[in-house]
């Protein structure tokens, strides 16, 4: 069974006062961090969307698969959009959907995750039973997620609506998903 990697890193960081996947984290850019972690956990493809600062991304993280989303201030849910279109003509079977901001989610986390990959599959995981990232949506899910999707809230109103399907993982034990919304957020996470 294929599963996708997909690496949501176009915002343009207003309340972090520049691009996050441009951030410094441990010796490389988030957007670096990010795409190493869905490799590392096996996901291929993995299809990073950009859209703030592109050329600059693409030449500070060069080699990934990018794909840019040009009405990346719409919000979030456009570049699950162009992520989904992205990867519609693969064969992969679910796409693990990680978010440049969230450094703490590691390949475990992601593979524990994964392991639950079907075209049917909704799948979150859980930090001391509340549910976060990382999210795989399985491929029959795609084109409704695409058509709910809107403004920030990426797939989150799709997957309240369809909560009784939504499979739970606890990966708290092996990840972390604070996300890095400020610069004084990216000086606590360093300091852990």
């Known amino acids: 069974m294929k599963i996708a990697g997909l690496v949501l890193a176009a915002g343009g960081g207003r309340r972090f006062g520049r691009p ?17 972690t869905s490799v590392r956990a096996g996901l291929h493809p993995t299809v990073v969307v950009i859209g703030a600062a592109a050329d600059r991304v693409r030449a500070a993280a060069p080699g990934l698969d990018y794909v840019e989303n040009p009405g990346w201030e719409t919000g979030m849910a456009s570049s699950l959009r162009a992520g989904l279109a992205a990867l519609t003509p693969t064969n992969a079977t679910a796409a693990v959907v990680l978010l440049v901001d969230m450094p703490g989610i590691t390949p475990a986390s992601v593979r524990r995750i994964a392991a639950q990959a079907s075209p049917t599959a909704l799948v979150t995981g859980t930090y001391a039973g509340r549910r976060g990232h990382p999210v795989l949506l399985g491929r029959n899910h795609w084109a409704a997620i695409a058509r709910s ?17 939504v499979e739970t993982v606890p990966v708290d034990d092996v990840a972390n998903d604070h996300d890095l919304d400020t610069p004084a957020d990216l000086a606590v996470a360093e300091r852990a």
């Not at 441009?22 to 010796?27: I, N």
């Not at 999707?149 to 399907?165: K, M, V």
């Open 20 to 36: 996050k996947a441009l951030v410094p984290w441990q010796g490389r850019t988030l957007v670096a961090h990010t795409a190493e």
């Open 149 to 165: 999707a809107t403004g920030d809230s990426g797939a989150r109103d799709y997957l309240r609506a369809h909560a009784a399907e």
